[in-house]
């Protein structure tokens, strides 16, 4: 399985290119958005797995 990490950068890829195609991003503004996706997704995905398991991530 992949990591924690590499999940969180393929859902903010994901996410990212159904905007571009909706047309809700450009790709001028393709920098800011994927930072600002990825950083929610990223403390959304963490804030949950340090819920789920208290002790911390095994690996």
């Known amino acids: 399985m992949a990591s924690i990490d590499e999940q969180i950068l393929r859902a903010t890829k994901e996410i990212v290119v159904k905007f571009i195609e909706g047309g809700r991003i450009s790709p001028a503004g393709f920098d800011d958005a994927f ?6 997704v990223e403390e959304t995905v963490k804030a949950s797995t340090n819920k789920s ?7």
């Open 35 to 40: 930072r600002g996706i990825y950083q929610t």
């Open 53 to 59: 398991d208290p002790g911390g991530q095994k690996e």
